[in-house]
DNA sequence: ACTTGTTTTGTAATAATATTA
DNA sequence: ATAATATTATTACAAAACAAG
């Protein structure tokens, strides 16, 4: 009941073509295969009759098969090849343009999704990381307060016994242990305006190890 | 020079309307800005005339602002709203709702880009938090590690004067410095690839989801 | 500078399908 | 089940930015 319109933009390419009426508004897929509910309300455009007769729409399997495999090849088009697909689908150049442009603008913005997806996965990955060294710090950071401990206690037992020294490193680690945690303030600050590089990341390969930890 | 079809889908909406030939194709905007180069070639569509009777294109100003902020109150446009606004721009109720469809479309692309931006922000100040624990962790090792050498020494001295047990920890201590650094190996691997800008970083704003892992 | 041709970006419209009331 | 709306994908046009010539 639909597609009544299949003359077209004919005459658009009026290049001498065999195929006849070429194969532009394509009824095709005669299968039907599945009728469902069709808008049949408001049958707009055709309030006048004879209107609206722009039907275009749908570039045959064929067609869109050899432009996506075109686009495959090469995403830019020269003229040459245009016409020269243009001429192959009985299409006008224009349309072949067209549906270039189109391609290039759908390509970007699934590469767009592409790498959100893995700049999520790396993000994701990496804060994870991020989480398992804050643990290993504090892990850390009590081992060593417990080794101080230890040395203080060694160290009296020294002092009522004989008498070691050794006290220069050991008042640099009871410093570290005991002063502010080492990192907290001095964080970003110098890093502002300042770019540096980062391995873009694209798929960590996975996060597998995880279950190693959690 | 351009817009010459004025003459489009009028007649589109049979609805009466004082004002005339609805404000569709408005050259408007008389303003000029930069006229800069006109694309004069091909003025194709007027090739043979009454070809391509559908210039659409353009609603006013007028008409966009009013969608527009009808757009921010509310994405989703109910019967009601469609009819009252396709009234008063002087539109058929199909092309308000088309504007609709594809303003979605739209505000979910940009958002889509937006989101990517503020992951890509997150995820470089993560990294960076990211590196400098793992400085960290390096330098709280090495104090360890003196720490236990000093342990050492002094249970040396210990040996000959008296002996002091405190065995538990101690060992532990020892077998998380001489221990495999916990992290190490999986670190990165598929970083070699290209690179990317990090500037600034600063405001992480969420990673609550780590909550849901730990 | 001026023209010509192409690419990018944004907008309008149509169609097919999915969802929902 | 039906009709209205939404979503997704396509086709097309136009304007602005660029690149040769």
Known sequence: ????????????????Y???????IVPQQG????????RNKKCRGGESGAFDAHKKRKL??????MLEQSFGNEHK?????????ALELGLDPRQVAVWFQNRRARWKNKKLEEEYSNLKK?????????CLLETEVLKLKEQLSEAEKEIQILKHTDRVSSNSPSSSQQSQSMEAVVDPPFFGEFQVDGYDDDV?????????????????YI
């Open 77 to 85: 088009l020269e003229s040459e090849r245009k016409d020269k697909l």
């Open 18 to 24: 065999s195929s006849g009426p070429y194969t532009q």
């Open 60 to 65: 045959s399997d064929e067609q869109v098969n």
């Open 122 to 130: 790396a993000h994701e990955a990496t804060t994870l990381e991020k």
């Open 31 to 38: 299968e039907y295969k599945k009728p469902k509910r069709r």
């Open 196 to 212: 540096f590089y980062v391995p873009e990341t694209h798929y960590i390969n996975g996060m597998e190890w995880i279950n190693l």
């Open 1 to 16: 009941m639909n597609h009544l319109n299949i003359e077209d933009h004919i005459m658009l390419t009026s290049h001498l």
